[in-house]
């Protein structure tokens, strides 16, 4: 008989409905855990997935508003009482050069990527149990990959990195490890809308050279890493980033 790694445990996923952050519903609920699948617009995709998967409940909530946010965690309480994981993965990237920084896309980036993870964080702290285990997906752009005009998003995803560390530290006196993920280019829709389709595939000729595993990312590849976190199996992983890249080699900070 298989061992459900999650069982008994309640987990929390942001931006669930597709991706990498669906991957990772259906991964923790296929180990037992209880999944609150949050969705901002994509209810039917949402609803696809809490149909075939067991025990997963949705709940709409845009986590860059921090009164959708806090409701989210008082229905979540009223709900089951408490949470053992929480996977801040919701993100937007809007690519633009740096002399062409767009001051309404660069805010609405830090408003979902970094406040929403600061406001998911902060409201779910209030009802998780000691041994909880905070997961956020970051970027290794986040850590200087060399791609072209992702500079802004990047910048999100290094704060990202560095409010994983400041967490991890101040919460660990109540039993919260908090670490984050750092994937390369993984096929979504989110990496797809990026470019033109001429552009992608120049792009994934480039990965597959630049990286040293020899292709690009699955969404299975994050939510693994993500289900080692989640686990006690990772109970004495604090702080840390875990990159999931296939080793790429075109890191600025080896480069410049
Ligand atoms: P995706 O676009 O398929 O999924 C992102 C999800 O976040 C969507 O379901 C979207 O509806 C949700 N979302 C966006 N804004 C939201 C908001 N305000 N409130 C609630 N939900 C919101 O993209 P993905 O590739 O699966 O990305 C998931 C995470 O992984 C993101 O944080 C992204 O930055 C990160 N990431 C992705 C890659 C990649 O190559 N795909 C690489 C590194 C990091």
Redo the contacts with the bound molecule.
């Keep these: 008989m298989k061992i459900m790694r999650l069982k008994d445990k309640v987990a929390l996923v ?9 991957e990772i519903v259906k991964t923790f609920s296929k180990e037992g855990a209880t999944v609150y699948l ?5 209810e039917s ?1 949402a609803r696809s997935i809490s149909e075939i998967y067991n025990n997963v409940k949705l709940i709409k ?5 921090r009164e959708q946010v806090s409701k989210m965690i008082e229905y979540i309480k009223e709900d089951i009482g408490f949470l053992d994981i929480l996977v ?6 809007l690519n633009m050069p740096i002399l062409e920084y767009d001051e309404a896309k660069v805010r609405k980036m830090f ?3 970094l406040f ?1 993870t600061i406001y998911t964080t902060i409201e779910s702290a209030k009802i998780m149990r000691e041994g909880s285990s905070i997961i956020n ?5 986040g850590i200087g990959t060399s791609f072209m005009n992702t500079t802004y ?1 990047s910048l999100t ?1 290094a704060a990202v990195i560095n409010f994983t560390k400041r967490v991890a530290l101040e919460l660990a006196n109540r039993k919260i490890r908090c670490n984050a993920i ?10 797809i ?1 990026a470019r033109s389709r001429e552009e992608t595939e120049q792009l994934k000729k480039f990965l597959v050279e630049n990286t040293t595993i020899g292709r690009w ?1 699955s ?1 299975e590849d ?1 939510a693994k890493v993500a289900l080692f976190l989640a686990t006690e199996d990772s109970g004495y992983v604090n702080g840390q980033v875990i990159v999931v890249d296939g080793g790429r080699k075109d890191y600025l900070t080896h480069s410049i």
Excluded: F, H
Aim: proline content about 2%; glycine content about 18%.
């Design positions: 942001t931006g669930g409905s597709r991706g990498i952050g669906a949050n969705y901002n617009n994509n995709k909530a845009d986590v860059s508003q801040n993965n919701a993100g937007i990237m408003d979902v990527n929403g997906i970051a970027s290794n752009a998003y995803k750092a994937p390369g280019w993984i096929e979504t829709d989110l990496t809308g990312g969404v994050v």
